[in-house]
């Protein structure tokens, strides 16, 4: 055995233009270089490189042992990884599909979430689980799903995502860095949206257990607010630029963080406009979007002048992909609900 | 490894299984080889031309499938994964129907209960377990007869179905697959696993994951197990009958592993380059399925250009109905992702089918840009 | 092999008194007495007659094939009833309890939902899955949870509670009955409570695929509409009563069916108080109350003179059962909920 | 079966597995199996008294987790089910420790890290995997070692630590059990899978969930296998320690079954009265762990009264003092539910945490009926 050639610095360099999955790689890279209890573990991430090329390149750099072609079973994928941390190991797991992190359920729900309070703290579990999600790819059934809510209702777990390239690099190095479990769920659709990344502060900076900010706003307005993530934080935006043309003023939230939940951002936003549209891509019942809906009506129910208003999937399975563009929440669907929203007088 | 075909074409017999075929039989399998082969590669084509989202090819493993599949009877049920479109093909399930999914205008595509194949299933492993509680459905509905036949003394039933579930080399590591193996035992149920070892599980070699051949796993289940030349159809259709017949005399599970391998790549959207190497994918060709029952059927003189201009002929015609066929699916309308969600729609789900329709119509209302507003 | 002896007419006669508990014996002994093709079958229901004795006698009376003591796995008990299903019969499976669901979690989300809708309606899937469920039993880790939110949130399921031996037997009965798969979540710490039970007319007059009532008024009240189900609908029902103690007018309503989630006679009764309060066990992030809070407040926001609000578990895992008493929400917090939402003026 | 000492107090000798202890050694483990009876009696009792709301004994098989407990060193790590109590006392836990999750005060119990024992895991099976998980991270920890080592050129590590995973008969039908042997296996990770066949999982037999014996089960796996009189202490420890010397050495996994008999109950809350043969509880009776031991002993002259005076003592001690800490474990305070559900608390918890002290703190405020009210 020959000592490997010592991996090179793979922070980003100054201004690099790299595409959303390019960034998740680099923040991989990074993290795999600076830290070596980092293990990269999942079906086919090593010499595939991942089936979104995610991982791409990222074997041949650290080693097998370091970036580790799984046999297929989330269950076993997940469970090893808790094994793993707990001898001090940082695993970050691929599941390959959104639709397949349910054999591993049971593992996330009642181990990983779990051992820290279980074990009083003296156990942690510093494990990311990456999911690419969402739809809108014209896949088969089970590869464009949006199943963040079964793991924002599970206390223990942390949930983020992104939506942009430097936000996706940010987001992955600080769920690595993050001493609890983080489910970093990956708009896949968004994978190949390109923008610009530089090196951040912000792994440095969080604390061990920070995610970074919960929520942004990306667009401030006075008639109605947006909130969206991940894959439909675009929507939000294009929603609010055709409302502009119309004369309306539209702000717009992103979530990054998804749970554990923190709502100033949101309750200030609507604290302005007094009225609010969740737009989100799972089946509305149930959604993290209800859970939103709920907890800022709460909190500002004297600024509110009409109902939360929710834009989702409807309460179906992901339908076969010639009507996923029905099912997902467009542009269209986002201005109806602000109309309905504004109807409220 | 049971083999009774060589790569070269000879004939060879084994004991313990033999194989009496007539000579409609041998060029049946043929011409089965090189329908599925053809409708295979017509997919891939509708694939690359945008009238597929995705292909799943079964190139290689024909044998594996038509040998498998041609064992079945009738009143059997299969379980397949969503590559075994040779199976679906000799089930009878129109070919046309098997694009639905991947084209994306249905989850499934046709009636298990007529065809006698379950639908795909694409959580890898998931139909191995249902395909046991087929199997143990078909043990309690033969005991009620039984006992119906008791009390009323009339003659006893005929041996009753069997069943056939598919899965994966890589799917092997499943606790469901495994799981299925303890369920299948404890209730001798009638039920044959057909594992098609084609060597990878995507980019993941077998070896990776079986680090004992898959018949010792089974065999340490108590499920007694048989390795196949998997490209050999005279062999798997040998071992499979005969599994299926062990299953039906109510003598419990059995495990086949046919030994393929997936000779494209793992879907129309992989890449084998980046894991496969080339030398071991000619070493495969040198055993292609087809290749060797024609070798064998020209040596036995079973085979002239008669025969073979016809069979070409007619994977033709099939490429060209499956071309049509395809084409011509339409679109699912938009209200078809609120039908069957269950069997009685629920208020809160007709109250978002209408809304969605009464929105899709204010567009039609108001055409142009704006739509519903 | 010898026929076995007629099982016995196990429908209720006259007016009988039984435990919640018991009361589900007999309806699943009517079930199998009625239709040869009901299997029960799970962890310990045979020989044992399930840890809560719910299967009692069962075995001993249709027979080990009807009645089937299965191995030890979660995933296996559901994938083989999927199977069962596909070939016409109608599998009850327990689950033996709340927090063992996880393992079988994948073949509920991914195969059980979605069989009638991936087959276009050809094929059924008639299964009953029980689930003792909830907390206040004094129990070790993974047995006092309240998982409802993961499968209410799970569009092709169907999912019911009940709070009285009457309504446990009516329940498990249009459950088996129901072409559609049912989640039953069964109140375990109710499991010893005793009521009169008679023979309903539901199973025979509800549609196949109707589970009986959705919601009923337990209460009728002008100042405040309280929502439980399960465990916690005699909570609510303490709690209005000690409310007219003190002069307030409390409504009471229950929720049966979980999903789909039919809220007009909520709705009906808030449009009356303009105040509600939902009580369940679960950890509020993620809840089924979430989903009814933003639902009501879409439907009723001109109605609400406040907030909807939400008296349930924290959000933490259910903790050492020490403590499980000031986790749970009981009439004390309801009723302090209850000053808060008429605190809004 | 390997066994070292029958039940009549006989020595054996295998020659694959020599075992040489002293005297000492003998009456250690005489000593070890008597308090850990002793313990797990007055666990018993302890929740008769409603002292612990629930306790799973072990009645019958203490030599199978002395056994195996006392073949650990102290820089292994077991991974235990929620019934290795006596395990447990081996890695040296304060027996107070283990009764805190059975009094409902704890979720835990002790320090993982300090003991060198995870804590229970009452989901079935789900252990199995950490152990693989901790064992390959073992390996990579070595890996990271030896590379180092080779570029400062300092001496090769130790042997490293090795993993002892414990799960049952029933817990062999897990799909996470199952799934970490293909892991084990394929990683060729330096764990021992020790499965306690004790007859039952509940009520369910063994027979119906292990339709060939585990230790073909394992082998199927390509994991060599052992099978152990559970209730010979002698066997399990000699057969614990050979195959944890082999997982050091780098040769891979193993699975040890032993076969014993749980005595009592499933848990206190059981009732084996209605699955259970007397009989059989009688056949097993004879065969009690502790009485071969001590007949072993009593026929060397290794046991006097004074040393089984002695032993009682020690054990009449350690009831005494499980008693006393027991009835001494305080109430968690109300806040500890919040405490530690993440690294650090997120403001939103925080928030939760200082409403419920409010709402607490107003009872005191308002002391007697209605409370905040
Ligand atoms: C539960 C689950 N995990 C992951 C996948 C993604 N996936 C689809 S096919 C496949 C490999 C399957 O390999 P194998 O069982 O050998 O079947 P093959 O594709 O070779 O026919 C994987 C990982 C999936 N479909 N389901
Ligand atoms: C996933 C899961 N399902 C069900 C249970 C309930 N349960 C607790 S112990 C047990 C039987 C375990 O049998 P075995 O593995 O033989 O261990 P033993 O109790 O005999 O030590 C069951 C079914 C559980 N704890 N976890
Ligand atoms: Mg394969
Ligand atoms: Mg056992």
Same mark, same amino acid.
């Given at each position: 055995?020959?000592?490997? =050639?010592?991996?090179?610095?793979?922070?980003?360099?100054?201004?690099?233009?790299?595409?959303?999955? /390019?960034?998740?790689?680099?923040?991989?890279?990074?993290?795999?270089?600076?830290? !070596?209890?980092?293990?990269?573990?999942?079906? !086919?991430?090593?010499?595939?490189?991942?089936?979104?090329?995610?991982?791409?390149?990222?074997?041949?750099?650290?080693?097998?042992?370091?970036?580790?072609?799984?046999?297929?079973?989330?269950?076993?994928?997940?469970?090893?990884?808790?094994?793993?941390?707990?001898?001090?190991?940082?695993?970050?797991?691929?599941?390959?599909?959104?639709?397949?992190?349910?054999?591993?359920?049971?593992?996330?729900?009642?181990?990983?979430?779990?051992?820290? &309070?279980?074990? /009083?703290?003296?156990?942690?579990?510093?494990?990311?689980?990456?999911?690419?999600?969402?739809?809108?790819?014209?896949?088969?059934?089970?590869?464009?799903?949006?199943?963040?809510?079964?793991?924002?209702?599970?206390?223990?777990?942390?949930?983020?995502?992104?939506?942009?390239?430097?936000?996706?690099?940010?987001?992955?190095?600080?769920?690595?860095?993050?001493?609890?479990?983080?489910?970093?769920?990956?708009?896949?659709?968004?994978?190949?949206?390109?923008? !610009?990344? &530089?090196?951040?502060?912000?792994?440095?900076?969080?604390?061990?257990?920070?995610?970074?900010?919960?929520?942004?706003?990306?667009?401030?307005?006075?008639?109605?607010?947006?909130?969206?993530?991940?894959?439909?934080?675009?929507?939000?935006?294009?929603?609010?630029? =055709?409302?502009? =043309?119309?004369?309306?003023?539209?702000?717009?939230?992103?979530?990054?963080?998804?749970?554990?939940?923190?709502?100033?951002?949101?309750?200030?936003?609507?604290?302005?406009?007094?009225?609010?549209?969740?737009?989100?891509?799972?089946?509305?019942?149930?959604?993290?979007?209800?859970?939103?809906?709920?907890?800022?009506?709460?909190?500002?129910?004297?600024?509110?002048?009409?109902?939360?208003?929710?834009?989702?999937?409807?309460?179906?399975?992901?339908?076969?992909?010639?009507?996923?563009?029905?099912?997902?929440? !467009?542009?269209?669907?986002?201005?109806?609900?602000?109309?309905?929203?504004?109807?409220?007088? | 490894?049971?083999?009774?075909?060589?790569?070269?074409?000879?004939?060879?017999?084994?004991?313990?299984?033999?194989?009496?075929?007539?000579? +409609?039989?041998?060029?049946?399998?043929?011409?089965?080889?090189?329908?599925?082969?053809?409708?295979?590669?017509?997919?891939?084509?509708?694939?690359?031309?945008?009238?597929?989202?995705?292909?799943?090819?079964?190139?290689?493993?024909? @044998?594996?499938?038509?040998?498998?599949?041609?064992?079945?009877?009738?009143?059997?049920?299969?379980?397949?994964?969503?590559?075994?479109?040779?199976?679906?093909?000799?089930?009878?399930?129109?070919?046309? +129907?098997?694009?639905?999914?991947?084209?994306?205008?249905?989850?499934?595509?046709?009636?298990?209960?007529?065809?006698?194949?379950?639908?795909?299933?694409?959580?890898?492993? @998931?139909?191995?377990?249902?395909?046991?509680?087929?199997?143990?459905?078909?043990?309690?509905?033969?005991?009620?007869?039984?006992?119906?036949?008791?009390?009323?003394?009339?003659?006893?039933?005929?041996?009753?179905? $069997?069943?056939?579930?598919?899965?994966?080399?890589? $799917?092997?590591?499943?606790?469901?697959?495994?799981?299925?193996?303890?369920?299948?035992?404890?209730? +001798?149920?009638?039920?044959?696993?057909?594992?098609?070892?084609?060597?990878?599980?995507?980019?993941?070699?077998?070896?990776?994951?079986?680090?004992?051949?898959?018949?010792?796993?089974?065999?340490?289940?108590?499920?007694?197990?048989?390795?196949?030349?998997?490209?050999?159809?005279?062999?798997?259709?040998?071992?499979?009958?005969?599994?299926?017949?062990?299953?039906?005399?109510?003598?419990?599970?059995?495990?086949?592993?046919?030994?393929?391998?997936?000779?494209?790549?793992?879907?129309?959207?992989?890449?084998?380059?980046?894991?496969?190497?080339?030398?071991?994918?000619?070493?495969?060709?040198?055993?292609?399925?087809?290749?060797?029952?024609?070798?064998?059927?020209?040596?036995?003189?079973?085979?002239?250009?008669?025969?073979?201009?016809?069979?070409?002929?007619?994977?033709?015609?099939?490429?060209?109905?499956?071309?049509?066929?395809?084409?011509?699916?339409?679109?699912?309308?938009?209200?078809?992702?609120?039908?069957?969600?269950? @069997?009685?729609?629920?208020?809160?789900?007709?109250?978002?089918?209408?809304?969605?329709?009464?929105?899709? $119509?204010?567009?039609?209302?108001?055409?142009?840009?704006?739509?519903?507003?």
């Amino acid at each position: 055995m020959t000592a490997p =050639a010592l991996p090179r610095d793979r922070t980003v360099q100054g201004r690099e233009r790299l595409t959303l999955a /390019g960034a998740i790689t680099r923040g991989l890279s990074a993290e795999l270089a600076a830290d !070596d209890r980092v293990v990269v573990m999942g079906e !086919d991430v090593g010499r595939l490189g991942g089936v979104f090329r995610v991982t791409d390149g990222l074997q041949q750099e650290f080693g097998e042992h370091r970036v580790v072609d799984t046999p297929l079973a989330e269950s076993g994928i997940i469970g090893t990884a808790v094994g793993m941390a707990m001898r001090g190991r940082r695993p970050v797991c691929e599941i390959q599909f959104d639709g397949f992190v349910f054999p591993a359920f049971d593992q996330i729900v009642t181990q990983v979430a779990r051992l820290h &309070v279980r074990s /009083g703290g003296r156990v942690r579990m510093p494990i990311t689980i990456r999911i690419p999600y969402g739809g809108g790819i014209g896949a088969v059934e089970h590869h464009s799903e949006s199943p963040e809510a079964y793991f924002c209702a599970t206390p223990g777990l942390r949930v983020m995502t992104c939506s942009t390239p430097q936000d996706a690099y940010d987001a992955v190095r600080a769920a690595v860095r993050c001493d609890d479990p983080v489910i970093l769920f990956e708009p896949k659709r968004r994978y190949w949206d390109k923008g !610009d990344v &530089v090196e951040s502060v912000l792994p440095k900076s969080v604390p061990p257990t920070g995610l970074g900010e919960a929520a942004r706003v990306l667009r401030s307005g006075t008639d109605v607010t947006l909130v969206g993530y991940g894959p439909t934080v675009r929507t939000c935006l294009d929603a609010a630029e =055709a409302a502009a =043309a119309e004369g309306r003023s539209i702000g717009v939230v992103e979530l990054r963080v998804l749970a554990p939940l923190e709502l100033d951002v949101v309750v200030a936003a609507v604290r302005t406009t007094g009225r609010l549209v969740l737009v989100s891509e799972a089946p509305q019942t149930g959604s993290l979007a209800a859970e939103i809906a709920a907890r800022v009506t709460e909190q500002a129910f004297y600024s509110l002048e009409a109902p939360v208003l929710r834009v989702g999937g409807f309460d179906v399975p992901y339908p076969p992909s010639r009507l996923e563009e029905l099912y997902l929440p !467009d542009v269209d669907r986002v201005l109806d609900a602000v109309d309905r929203s504004l109807a409220f007088a | 490894m049971l083999q009774l075909l060589t790569p070269e074409g000879r004939r060879v017999d084994d004991p313990d299984l033999p194989l009496h075929l007539t000579d +409609d039989q041998y060029r049946a399998f043929y011409r089965d080889l090189v329908l599925v082969r053809r409708f295979d590669d017509e997919a891939t084509a509708l694939q690359r031309q945008g009238e597929l989202g995705l292909w799943a090819p079964l190139r290689g493993q024909e @044998a594996a499938q038509v040998g498998s599949g041609r064992a079945l009877r009738p009143e059997d049920m299969a379980f397949p994964t969503y590559r075994e479109h040779g199976v679906a093909l000799c089930r009878g399930v129109d070919p046309v +129907d098997i694009l639905g999914l991947f084209r994306g205008t249905t989850l499934g595509g046709w009636s298990p209960e007529a065809t006698g194949l379950a639908l795909y299933t694409i959580v890898v492993g @998931a139909q191995a377990l249902h395909a046991v509680g087929y199997a143990m459905a078909i043990q309690q509905e033969q005991r009620q007869q039984e006992q119906c036949q008791l009390t009323s003394s009339s003659p006893v039933v005929a041996a009753p179905p $069997a069943v056939l579930a598919y899965f994966g080399d890589g $799917a092997s590591s499943q606790g469901d697959v495994l799981e299925s193996f303890v369920w299948a035992k404890s209730f +001798d149920a009638p039920v044959v696993f057909f594992c098609t070892n084609n060597q990878f599980a995507i980019s993941v070699p077998a070896a990776r994951q079986l680090g004992a051949p898959l018949t010792a796993r089974a065999e340490g289940f108590g499920i007694p197990a048989t390795a196949v030349d998997g490209n050999d159809v005279l062999a798997v259709h040998a071992a499979t009958t005969a599994a299926l017949e062990r299953a039906r005399r109510g003598e419990g599970p059995q495990l086949i592993e046919a030994h393929t391998y997936r000779m494209g790549p793992h879907t129309t959207s992989d890449d084998p380059s980046r894991y496969r190497d080339p030398a071991e994918l000619a070493a495969w060709e040198a055993r292609d399925p087809l290749l060797r029952l024609r070798r064998y059927l020209e040596g036995q003189g079973l085979a002239d250009a008669g025969f073979l201009g016809e069979v070409d002929a007619a994977a033709e015609t099939l490429a060209a109905q499956v071309r049509a066929g395809c084409r011509a699916i339409p679109d699912p309308l938009p209200g078809a992702m609120f039908d069957h969600v269950y @069997a009685t729609e629920p208020p809160s789900l007709t109250e978002q089918r209408q809304w969605h329709e009464q929105y899709l $119509a204010s567009f039609e209302n108001a055409p142009g840009s704006g739509g519903a507003r």
